[in-house]
């Protein structure tokens, strides 16, 4: 009996040390930088707690999967972009459900342009543009002789110029974590203009860049650089013109979508808020190199929250909607103001949110 359990306790330690080995010399898939994050700010003034987001409206409850971004159209018919490919639409009062169309890839930003088109950024097809019937068009793969790793967000301008995101030209939909860790810049800010159909690079070494917006008179750009906690401003118009800087910095959070209200507010989905372990192993790329090798399971959780930010034009923070404990709407990853009306998009949830604020 003693030599079995002696046998069997060699055995471990052997594989132990097997995996230690493994784990030290196997190659890593990320090449990782330090950073050190800033200390997050205190959840006081506009970030003090609440419960407001419990008061949301949770719309096709367990009829869609991971509907990252939501439309509305000019018939006020709601439009989610899911785990499965689908595009589903929902009727103005949130019943019913129907496929409106299937992209065969991973629909994240979702928008619609003058025409009724609704424009796509799927993260696996590129940027795409469906018409009412159901029909879809790629508008387009790559820029620059780089194809798009993670297209992410999409918004029009007033000329009609079409706004989006690439979020990593390295990492793809499923690999998000470890542009997070590897803490380099990846991401790409671009423009499609449909009469020429060409893809421009307005803003390149962006730190995954996530969603966009546009300001109220359509002179600068906003777009989320998500692993920097932070919004960054393109000047469109003006004596800055064609010149970027911070609009709002070390957010409480992981910014994901942001949306402007045509009134002078922006609305930005937080993903969860700041997370300790992670902040702590930003400046040490050995354990982040040796932490990308272990299966996604061993890897820090984000915390379940619901938050919601709005800021005004000047880039001050003037309130904020919270889930403490992501009790009702976790995970919010898109914002779409419609009237007094917010629709939340989510990742994972099996939901699409609706807020009134009056």
Sequence with gaps: MRRKLLRAV???????????????????????????????????????????????ERLGLGQVHGPEDVAVDAAGRIYGGCADGRVVRLAPDGQGIETFAQTGGRPLGLHFDAAGNLLVADAKKGLLSIDPTGRIDVLATGAEGVPFGFTDD??????????????????????HLYDLLEARPHGRLLAYDPAS???????????????????????????????????????????????????????????????ADGRGTFWVAMFTVRNAMADRLQPRPWAKRLLAKLPSFAWPKPESYGLVLAYDEQGRLLRSLQDPGGKHVPIITSVQPEGDVLYLGTLTGDWIGRYRLK
């Design 10 to 56: 060699v055995l471990l330690l052997l594989l132990v040390a097997a995996a230690l080995v493994w784990l030290i010399v196997s190659p890593s898939p990320i090449d990782p930088a330090a950073y050190e994050p800033p200390p997050p700010p205190a959840m006081t003034g506009p970030l003090a707690p609440n419960e407001l987001l419990r008061r949301a």
């Design 154 to 175: 999409v918004k029009t301008g007033a000329d009609g110029t079409v706004y989006f995101t690439d979020a990593s030209d390295r990492f793809g939909i499923g690999e």
């Design 197 to 259: 159909k060409k893809v421009r690079v307005l803003l390149r070494d962006l730190y995954f860049a996530n969603g966009v917006a546009l300001s109220q008179a359509g002179d600068f750009l906003l777009v989320v650089e998500t692993y920097r906690n932070r919004l960054r401003r393109l000047w469109l118009r003006g004596p800055r013109a064609g010149t970027s800087d911070v609009f709002a910095d070390n957010l409480p959070g992981y910014p994901d979508g942001v949306a």
